[in-house]
């Protein structure tokens, strides 16, 4: 028995970041807006306060705040040959499944990407010419500019608190931010975080290799600060518990103590947890969405909610996921290369050396999210020619900590036994000497690597689950070899008394272990229905009155991580909404 | 000679000041101070968010307030709080108050907690 709700101006479906921002806005413009959470309620005064929330066994090993695989998940293979399973425990990436959705665990580091990506097949067209590029190597201009994002990636950034130093404000270059980035109207809203010993180390050693160092841009507030919409900020504890856990100071950009309260004060706003929802409905002419159908997972119970505009805010995958069961859009075919749902799944790669200095104290478990340098020589910096090397993107090299758990964190030098009590003395040996220097690189879209609907698993709804064919190519392995390499220069040049160095992954890649949550792709935004699923405003091409906003609108992954441009777009989007839509309902971009 | 033990003067006055309640804090610098405390402390009435409302606090014992979930630390300790032990406190939480839940390294400077603590004594009425 499915019961039919009382229509609405807005559903939102997801209420994290984007389905924040988008909620807080469109209620503001006087729009009748309901939002519809998986997870539950919990608030940083109830839920994440000391000393419940510095608990590694609740929030790192059991998940917490994250998405339940017993419910939902993905079945992963590497290639179509494979026979692809379900993932039946998270590891390589967390989506979070409570009210702030990941953007309560994740560490706070936010980038600007810019017309390097935004305009990525002209660029390197351009530069290296056409045969640059290699056949399978799907990626395209995304039909946006960073001109165009700029007001917005600066209106995220004084929301979120974010932490940093400007390397270019008007094409001046400032000493001591990022020399790559590309043009900003003004500073971060915030100075640098207090720097750590790792990260002075790396500094020093980046400066003298020829780098430019700077310190890496965090959600992280460095000190008390109120946004522009009367939020409050206490400044960063550096208690060390940052990624994968609430912050017990209310120091780190969240959405739930930014936009989603100010949307709560809002009369126009509802909002219903416990909502998962299954399908997006559509008119009987297929043009428009007319709502959602979504179950309460407490007690079962089914719902229509009809909305005059459906916004999808799930996690990237989970936006691809309705997408692909709504049957809206046409399936990508990776064989004949045709259609785009699920078309261009990226993920990110890396490589990472441990220094081990005997008499240094590092004190990891002191640190916030964003607590270390940067070097952007090889990603941002254009001036860096990929042709002898063979790769095209990037990567950022970084050294300092992010949240090594005092429990999960036990760094030992290669050759250290893995148990036992030779174990023990080396963890208790080295624990204090070790700090890391890191690579993340870009992945660019390959027509292999795909999303579609799993033919054999299903869900807790008897639904199909999303299957997931990923495996890194050349292109990535290349750069992975690069990467290791710059890592251990750097790592040489410092002297460690032990050094497990990088080293290129060449492995096929798996779903095990950790690397990051940063998916994208699979309904991507670009300038024609054909190749892509969203037009620059992430609204449906097939059906006008559907936005799906997210990292899934992305055409390849870059070494940056993707909060910034996802903040970013979930405010252009509702510009875009409030000033043209609303006025003038069908497609803001003629196709 | 004079000299120094003029400087001497200075130095004990100094060290004097660390560590104790300065009467003459600024309530407007305090404000600002203040900062620090807001993302979690009201001081409205009633105001409880992730820290307690600070709403006359100096006429309560340490963690009194019904309606807030204080660590067993706060409330074992028996402290009544008026400016001098407040000020006490934010110099350094986990020095007086082992094992409580508040969040917060200390603020360092005499001074900046003289002008918070004289700020709250009239804002916390």
Redesign the interface.
């Known amino acids: 028995m499915t019961t039919k709700l009382k229509e609405v101006d807005v559903v939102i479906v997801g209420l994290g970041w984007t389905g924040g921002i988008l909620a807080k806005e469109l209620t503001q413009a006087g729009l009748k807006v309901v939002a519809l959470e998986r997870g539950a309620l919990r608030t940083?005064?109830n839920d994440?306060?000391?000393?419940n929330i510095r608990d590694e066994l609740r929030y790192v090993v059991r998940h917490d705040l994250m998405q339940n695989t017993a419910r939902d998940t993905i079945t992963v293979r590497n290639n179509p040959q494979q026979e692809s399973l379900p993932m039946r425990r998270l590891g390589s990436f967390l989506p979070g499944e409570v009210v702030g959705g990941s953007g309560v665990h994740w560490s706070g580091h936010t980038w600007r990407w810019t017309d390097m990506e935004f305009k990525i097949r002209s660029n390197y067209e351009e530069r290296y010419g056409k045969k640059s590029i290699p056949n399978d190597m799907t990626i395209q201009d995304w039909g946006i500019s960073y001109a165009e994002l700029e007001p917005y990636y600066d209106k995220f950034e004084y929301t979120a608190a974010v932490s940093g130093k400007a390397g270019n404000i008007g094409g001046q270059i400032q000493a001591g931010g990022n020399p790559f980035e590309a043009p900003r109207a003004r500073d971060y809203p915030l100075p640098p975080l207090t720097p750590i010993l790792a990260s002075e180390m790396f500094t020093a050693a980046a400066r003298g290799a020829g780098y430019h160092p700077f310190p890496r841009p965090s959600a992280n507030a460095s000190?008390?600060y109120?946004n522009p919409d009367g939020a409050?900020?206490?400044?960063c504890?550096?208690?060390g518990y940052c990624q994968r856990f609430g912050c017990?100071?209310?120091?780190k950009g969240s959405p739930h103590i930014t936009v989603i309260p100010i949307a709560m004060r809002n009369p126009n706003f509802e909002l219903r947890t416990h909502s998962w929802v299954t399908k997006v409905l559509k008119d009987s002419d297929g043009k428009r969405a007319s709502g959602v159908a979504y179950t309460n997972v407490l007690n079962g119970e089914e719902f229509e909610q009809p909305a005059t505009i459906v916004l999808l805010c799930a996690y990237a995958i989970n936006n691809v996921h309705l997408m692909l069961l709504s049957c809206i859009g046409t399936p990508y075919d990776p064989v004949a290369q045709k259609g785009v749902i699920g078309k261009n799944y990226c993920y990110q790669t890396g490589a990472g050396a441990t220094l081990f200095f005997e008499g240094k104290h590092f004190n990891p478990f002191m640190n916030a999210g964003g607590s270390n340098a940067t070097i952007d020589d090889f990603h941002a910096n254009w001036a860096f020619d990929r042709a002898p090397h063979d790769f095209l993107g990037g990567y950022i090299v970084a050294g300092g900590f992010n949240t090594p758990l005092p429990i999960g964190y036990r760094p030992v030098p290669s050759g250290t036994p893995q148990w036992g009590s030779d174990w023990k003395r080396a963890t208790a040996k080295w624990y204090q000497t070790a700090m890391t220097i890191n690579a993340s690189g870009s992945v660019m879209a390959n027509r292999y690597n795909c999303y579609d609907l799993d033919p054999t698993y299903r869900n807790a709804f008897g639904q199909p689950l999303m299957r997931m064919t990923f495996d890194y190519k050349d292109n990535e392995h290349k750069m992975g070899g690069h990467a290791a390499q710059t890592i251990n220069n750097l790592a040489k040049s410092m002297n460690p008394t032990r050094l497990n160095p990088a080293s290129a992954r060449t492995d096929p890649w798996t779903v095990v272990p950790y690397q990051s949550t940063h998916n994208t792709g699979g309904t991507i935004m670009g300038t024609n229905p054909r190749d892509s699923a969203l037009n620059k405003y992430l609204q449906s091409w097939d059906c006008h009155n559907l936005f799906v906003i997210g990292a899934n609108a992305f055409p390849h992954n870059s070494a940056y991580n993707p909060t910034g441009p996802v903040g970013a777009l979930a405010y252009w989007t509702a510009d875009a909404i409030k000033n043209r839509y609303l006025k003038n309902p069908g497609p803001l971009v003629q196709a | 000679m004079i000299e120094t033990k003029r400087a001497t003067m200075v130095l004990i006055m100094t060290l004097l000041t660390v560590g104790t309640a300065r009467a003459d804090g600024d309530p407007v610098r305090g404000e600002t101070r203040f900062q620090e405390c807001a993302a979690c402390h009201k001081l409205a009435a009633d105001a409880n968010e992730i820290g307690p409302s600070l709403h006359g606090v100096f006429t309560r014992k340490a963690g009194e307030l019904a309606d807030f979930r204080f660590s067993p630390a706060m409330k074992r300790s028996g402290i009544v709080w008026t400016p001098e032990t407040l000020e006490k406190y934010i110099a350094d939480p986990q020095g007086m108050v082992p094992a409580n839940r508040m969040p917060y390294a200390g603020m360092t400077s005499a001074n900046d907690r003289a002008d918070l603590i004289a700020y709250l004594v009239q804002a916390t009425k």
């Not at chain 1, 994440?48 to 000393?51: E, H, K």
């Open positions: 940083s005064e994440y306060s000391l000393p000190q008390p109120t409050k900020f206490g400044g504890q550096y208690c017990e100071a209310n120091a």
